[in-house]
């Protein structure tokens, strides 16, 4: 992420930003601060002032440029220390090799690192403050991360106290976790580094079953000794992952930890009730390494993707979904995220194209779909989004064949979804029969604007906007939007509606054109306020928006060639973001968990 989106940039970094680096060979690499400030001596020459004395071998420098290059040296030679008017000094506790390396570096700005003498430099660097040296080392270290040494590298950072170095190890050793955990020597991982491991939510590449096992296998390698680990490491397990014969088959002898039986008794509920899961949402319930992701669908018969985005990172990583299974046409559907599980609800049966009643909810944990109980009312062009407690489906258009003659019947009926029970109810009709509106909950309340309406005298589209109060059960109008939409995106951000594109009448009143007037609603004062206009050149903005780090997210361009776009509330501006490719339909945001290189 830039660092204008609010990323502070970690000092080691920053001291390597104006660094070049030559590689020498495969092990070898020559680093070039060019920050570096040029001295006017050389080593050696004759107006060398001080002879420094490393193990068997003497150094002979110059007090300036030593004083200028280390805090350490600058005390000495400054204050009142003994050193200060000696012509030979004794340096204890480092090796000639490191000192060399950074006496380079003094003189001429650069120092070579390998793996031969990186320790040594770091402990040069470490003892004289050189913090230039400490970075290199570190980026050196990073860079070479390998199956045989990352036990070495956490040798060396906590020896050399770099603390930061830790998170790029665990980060290593989680995404080669696999590989690794094969390996005898990772049997001798120390308590502390794999307590560390899994405390930390670094993407893992393995199931969460797979690490359990792993981490029963360490502790029975030396279960006298590791008794005692059993408890803290065993509750760090994220037990909801597990399937249920995994759960089912979990040892008594684990089971006799009390703290640990009561994390396993919780993820064996959490099991027994998959659609109750959308209710239950905690760090135990999602793959470590989870982050917030966009995900875009596109679903048509030769083009079924998943396309996963990190905001602030360039490019977006493609998986293929199979929707060929549902009864409904996935591109057709309505969707909306509850709980962090997708859902699809509606749409138009396959083979008949009748509208749908079926449901669906997507796990992103697994990539699995689940069927769940139908609407009540098979829909289409309606609205679909969460509450706290369920979802609700917003009016739509119900497409039927009869005596081989279609027909569409625009619904007033609005249904609710409680996973609790796994059923759809019917709440109070919206007060005008309706399709193609936008729906969004703030505050348990339900806010429905837009639309096509039923009523021959209404506007094409309308303009109405309404809210539904469940605790009283009564729809409530409010004050229309400035602009008729239809097919419109309506999402809440700090207690305010915003709505963007769709279509609303042309000049003729007859056909329809691409909206780019957009407005923003004030619960508080029941107020619309227009907003910056969409850019032209992003042609048409969908329904499809999401929320991500106060951006809202919008599918935009036309079918053939899909863009994503963002709106800044704080800004009042809109930003391309990147172009998608044909066929992208839907976009929602989920906790994914992707390998590092993507995120």
Request: proline share 4%; charged share 25%.
């Amino acid at each position: 992420m830039a660092a204008g989106g609010g990323w502070n940039m970690p000092e080691y970094a920053r001291l390597l930003q104006e660094t070049e680096q030559i590689q020498i060979s495969k092990d070898k690499c020559k680093y070039m601060n060019n920050n570096y400030k040029k001295v006017p001596f050389k080593m050696y020459d004759y107006r060398c002032d001080i002879k420094l004395n490393v193990e068997k071998e003497t150094f002979r420098a110059h007090r300036d440029v030593l004083a200028e290059a280390s805090d350490y040296f600058s005390a000495m030679f400054s204050h009142n220390m003994v050193e200060k008017e000696k012509d030979a000094i004794e340096l204890k506790g480092i090796s000639p090799r490191g000192f060399r390396a950074m006496m380079d570096y003094f003189y001429h700005g650069h120092v070579t690192v390998e793996p031969a003498n990186v320790e040594d430099v770091l402990e040069a660097a470490r003892f004289f403050h050189i913090e230039w040296l400490i970075a290199v080392c570190r980026e050196f270290l990073v860079k070479r991360l390998s199956m045989d040494n990352y036990l070495w590298a956490l040798q060396l950072a906590d020896r050399y106290c770099l603390g930061d170095l830790h998170t790029d190890i665990f980060k290593f050793v989680a995404y080669n976790f696999s590989e690794l955990a094969v390996q005898p020597v990772f049997m001798e991982l120390s308590y502390e580094l794999l307590f560390a491991l899994l405390s930390e939510d670094h993407y893992i590449d393995a199931p969460e079953g797979h690490i359990f096992k792993v981490v029963c296998r360490w502790l029975d390698s030396d279960a006298e000794q590791r008794k005692q680990y059993s408890a803290s490491l065993l509750t760090l397990i994220r037990y909801p992952l597990l399937d249920k014969e995994e759960l089912e088959s979990i040892s008594e002898v684990i089971l006799e930890i009390p703290e640990v039986k009561e994390c396993i008794d919780e993820a064996i509920k959490y099991n027994a009730n998959p659609t109750k899961q959308c209710l239950l949402d905690s760090d135990n319930t999602h793959v470590r390494g989870s982050r917030d992701t966009l995900v875009l669908f596109s679903a048509v018969d030769d083009a079924n993707m998943i396309q996963y985005k990190a905001p602030g990172c360039d490019g977006f990583f493609s998986q293929k979904v199979d929707t060929s299974f549902m009864q409904s046409v996935f591109e057709f559907a309505s969707v909306s995220v509850l709980g962090d599980f997708l859902f699809v609800a509606g749409g138009y049966n396959r083979g008949t194209w009748c509208s749908s009643p079926a449901f669906y909810s997507y796990n992103p944990r697994n990539r699995l779909w689940a069927q769940l109980s139908s609407m009540k009312q098979p829909r289409v062009s309606f609205s679909l989004c969460s509450a706290n407690q369920g979802l609700y489906a917003v009016t739509g258009i119900e497409h039927i064949v009869l005596d081989g003659i279609d027909r569409e019947i625009i619904l007033e009926s609005v249904e609710f979804y409680d996973p609790m029970t796994n059923l759809w109810h019917f709440i109070p009709e919206l007060p005008i029969a309706c399709f193609s509106a936008a729906a969004c909950v703030v505050d348990e309340k339900l806010y429905v604007s837009g639309g096509i309406s039923a009523d021959p005298e209404d506007t094409v589209p309308v303009s109405y906007h309404h809210v539904y109060i469940p605790k009283e059960q009564i729809w409530i109008p409010k004050s229309r939007m400035l602009t008729e939409h239809q097919g419109h995106g309506m999402i809440c951000h700090q207690n305010k509606l915003y709505v963007f594109g769709g279509y609303t009448a042309g000049e003729d009143t007859i056909s329809f054109v691409d909206c780019h007037k957009c407005e923003m609603y004030d619960i508080d004062l029941d107020q619309w306020t227009r907003i910056a206009d969409s850019p032209k050149e992003y042609l048409h903005f969908s329904n499809s928006l999401t929320l991500q780090d106060d951006k809202v997210y919008i599918l935009g361009g036309k079918a053939s060639l899909r863009t994503l776009h963002t709106y800044d509330p704080e800004t009042n501006d809109f930003t391309n973001v990147e172009v998608y490719g044909p066929d992208v339909q839907k976009i929602v945001r989920l906790k994914v968990a992707l390998p590092l290189d993507l995120m």
